[in-house]
């Protein structure tokens, strides 16, 4: 076997090498000598022909082939079916049912529509039967070709009164390439014959590459068909009486991600900016290589697997696709991190190939030998749901050779887990998915009610409605307004109940009302088609949820997403149970969807969503929380595995798991199915990127723990890794548990609000800043309960006694409630958005001016980052008179009026400003008592230099920057300079912190020249130098920008790339 091709093999291809293109050569010259069709629409000329009818043309012609003859397409791409039919119908020749074209009636000179159809039967013959060629076989056939297409040429030459001379020439032509295929027929080589070695591998590389083009044609139609399944997007089932199924495209708001900075393996050097999700394929990573492995993380429903279904999408678009370099790709492979069916890259291959692979008659091994080479891409979907074999196929797919990239998807909290399983080789880049940004919020309630509704003007008053829901939502649901899912969830459940929606003010109670929708809509639907009361109907709805909820929180522990067999047929026995029927009760509560099983792809139930799975599960936790503390403690056989009816199964599941993980001999034995470690860590040096925790999480002596252990008792073998990495993941579970129980008597709060507090699994920034997100958002879930909040305001106080306590805008609210109780010390207000549009803050800002506070930040990147206009004055009159509450840093913009609002205790300052105000501020400064000051001079007036200001600022740390579109000219960098020379204290001798400038457009070329402007001038930065640039600035010359800035006497030299 030479390459993998026998050399039986090849003498059929060489055969019908010679019938499909110098075949078809033949027939195109029959076609142009005698169709006559010169400046002719193809369709025009079979319109002449006899007993034409558009009928009968979509009979003899196929879709494909009418496409061609419709758009005139060039001839050169016909194949040599569709020029056969073509020379039967318009080159003047027999009737197609005459006999001349099947019966040779004069042998000694046959007809030239019987030569025509010997070309044809020797083509199908070829194609369809499995006939083993020999040596001399070839050879007969390709002479016996060779002679028909001269006779061929020289009949229809004759009958088209051609010059002899020009057919001469073509019949020249096709015989050369004939005797072009006669050299490479030899008999098999002989091994020690060295002579013809070289010569033999260049031919089998010549039919590889012709294999693999029709191995790749093959395959994209069979992926068509398979992702044009895949991607369709079904929302919610449940939620509407009609069937809704969308395209990704129809809903689907392109998305940015960026470089996830905790996670970064470069955290010195600058971060990648908000990219759309469109140009993901093109983001280098920070040596300026496309990185073999993105990391795409994001929160459960922040769109990962939507986003994936709209790269399918798009991948059958062709070059025209939206998402940039994707189309350049020659496989795009799709695989289901849950999906424990395909445990290898040939397993792969046969379920998404399965026609290629029957039609080509290669084997498996040789069919994967040839996609090796091929360029590809594999888009791994869902890691964090992976199982034992998932795991190992995904091993397998990142260690394959040849030119391969990939694009994983995971949650946070299993970015860590990915890690592990790549390769060192491997170069990798980590982004998060940013879900939908709130000035986007609009646009995709827009799309999406357009897929629902026909009636505009009901679509526009709707999408209006929606968003002041949204704008209500906004502080109690925060973050979790941006997940698609979310926002998706609640325009659904707002076309079938407005009302609901304005009454919702947790995402417990968006979950609540959804699985009401799902259990009316079943209950109507029972009523109807059984002897059921809807009392009844209702009654054995609620007793199946009970039981869906118990399964659904052990399928969660073991990370079970698409539900064995044994697992829907419990669901099915449960049904039978009930006398309810199980098709429809399932369809209610599951999805169905396409998932690969060995040849193809069959239908298997799965969760509309994790978070689906999260809530239900959340849900059995509650009714379990709720009878301990009812009964106020456990029998003392509680943590023992129980045998019941209703958990037989489960036990039955994980003894099958133990045996598998027991048997693996790889080294992955000692990882549990459910646990999102492995013990590649034990082996594996330490990864940088690892998030610190916030804290170190106590179990011990916690109620939450004890009915967990006693529900999943396989826990209590769990390692203290493997406990924190469940309860990492559980966080959602915690949250929807909350949410259940207050629903059901909030008082039941008062006995394991300070448990639940103690599992909530907040992390810390890079700089030791700690998060309080979680917490924030189990305010909002218990509803502002007080029990709650009690604990998490002393959680909150004890996070933060020497450090800020971060409060975001979509906090504030929340944040509200909290300092009721107890208020932070120190406290750092972030808000990104116009904070005119904060209508909480002046009320927080309000209460906080009453409480002891040592330290206060307010932070707004809106118009200091962003540079859009607006006072922050009105922010803080609420603090003017307040004699507890210290403002320690300010950011922002201010007129006169709020700079005389600043109070002395101020320490940092960072202001935009426009060069008027600067003498202004110089007044304040001798006023204020700051030790920083930073100011972003807007000078993108192009004033002249001279009429700036210079800013009289005596503190120890001072930053200057220049606001103002600069290019690669001298002329921009010398005004620039000189702007910078009026703004730098003279006293200071052009020595400050921090030089910047902002808003320009300078490519390396414009930062040399600065670099060597600011040492000609004798500019110096104790700290660094820093531009922002829309332009593209690589990194090895960012880095030969700052080997320069060293030499020329600065300390350090930044480069920010803006969107």
Known sequence: MMLGIPENALYKYRCHFVVENIGKDVMLLVIKWLGEIENTHIKEKLKQSPGFSETKYKREFNAEQRSKIDSNAALSGYDITLCYKLVQRICGLKPITDQEWSVNSNPANPSLEFKLQTIKKIRNTLAHEEKIFTEQETR????????????????????????????????????????????????????NDKEHFYRLQNEARCFQVQLKDELLKQSYDEIEDLFQKLYKIEPAPWALHQRYEASPTQVFVRVKVKEDKELSSNKGA?????????????????????????????????????????FLEEYLKGPGCAVQKLAEYEMVLHVEARNDQIKSFKDLLRCTIPATYANMSLSYDHLSDILLGVHKLFLIDGFDEHNLTSRNLVKELLNLPGSNRYIITTRPTSVEDVNMVLPDSKSKLNLQLQGIPEDQHENFVLKLLRSLMNDEDKILHSTKELMKCLRRL??????????????????????????????????????????????????????????????????????????????????????????????????????????LPDDLVLSSYLNTKRSLRGIGSIKVYTYQHLMMQEFAAGCHLARKVIQFVEDLEFPDDAIKVRKDRILQFDDEIDDFESRVSISSTDGESKMPVFSGLSSEKATKAADSVFKPRRRKLSVSNNTLWK????????????????????????????????????????????????????????????????????????????????????????????????????????????????????????????????????????????????????????????????????????????????????????????SNDGLDMLPECLGVL?????????????????????????????????????????IQFEGSRLVLVVSAVLRDCASDIEWALDALENLCPQDRNKQVTIFGFWETKLTYAGAVLLLEGLHRRGFVAFDFVVIRSTELIKQTQQEELTEMALALGQKKFLIIKDP
């Open 707 to 894: 009915v967990i252990q006693k529900e999943y008792p396989r826990i209590s073998n769990w390692d203290e890794n493997q406990r924190e990495d469940f309860i990492s993941r559980a966080q959602n579970v915690l949250m929807f548990m909350t949410g259940a129980i207050r629903a059901t008597d909030d008082e039941h709060l008062v006995s394991v609000a300070h448990d639940i507090v103690q599992l909530v699994d907040d992390e810390e920034t890079t700089n030791g800043q700690p998060y309080t997100d979680i917490l924030m958002r189990l305010v909002a879930e218990s509803g502002n309960n007080d029990h709650i909040t009690k604990f998490v305001a002393a959680e909150v106080n004890q996070l933060t006694k020497e450090k800020y306590c971060i409060v975001k805008e979509n906090s504030l609210a929340v944040f509200q409630h909290i300092i009721k109780f107890t208020c932070p010390e120190m406290i750092a207000i972030d808000i990104c958005a116009n904070p005119l549009l904060v209508f909480e803050l002046p009320e927080v800002l309000q209460t906080i001016s009453k409480q002891t506070v040592k330290k206060l930040s307010l932070v707004f990147r809106h118009m200091y980052h962003d540079g859009n206009p607006g006072d922050c004055a009105p922010f803080l009159a609420p603090l003017r008179d307040s004699t507890s509450c210290d403002l320690a840093e300010f950011w922002g913009s201010l």
């Open 140 to 191: 007969m056939t390709i002479e016996s070709l060779r002679n028909t297409f001269t006779d061929i040429l020289h009949d229809a030459g004759a009958r088209a009164s051609i010059d002899k001379a020009e057919v001469d020439e073509k019949v020249c032509e096709i015989e050369t390439h004939i005797k072009n295929v006669y050299g490479k027929i030899r008999e098999p080589l002989d091994p």
């Open 910 to 950: 960072n202001l935009r400003l426009p060069p008027e105000q600067i003498g202004y501020l110089n007044k304040s400064l001798e006023r204020l008592n700051l030790w920083s000051l930073g100011t972003v001079v807007n000078l993108s007036h192009r004033p002249d230099p001279c009429t700036i200001e210079a």
């Open 270 to 310: 600058d971060q990648t900016p908000e990219v759309p999700c469109d140009n993901i394929l093109e983001i280098r990573n920070h040596a300026s290589q496309l990185p073999d492995v993105i990391i795409l993380s994001g929160e459960g429903g922040k769109g990962k697997t939507s986003l994936m279904k709209y």
């Open 474 to 579: 906004k502080q109690t649901l925060g973050e979790q307004l941006n997940t698609p899912l979310n926002l998706a969830l609640i325009v659904l459940l707002y076309v079938v109940s407005p009302e609901t929606v304005s009454n919702l003010t947790s995402s417990s109670d968006l979950y609540s009302e959804l699985r009401s929708m799902m259990t009316d809509k079943l209950a109507f639907r029972l009523v109807n088609c059984t002897d059921l009361t809807e009392s009844a109907a209702k009654k054995k709805c609620k007793r199946f949820l009970n039981f869906f909820d118990q399964v659904s929180f052990r399928t969660f522990c073991r990370k079970e997403y698409e539900l064995k067999d044994n697992t829907t047929e419990k669901f099915v026995n449960v049904c039978e149970e009930l006398d």
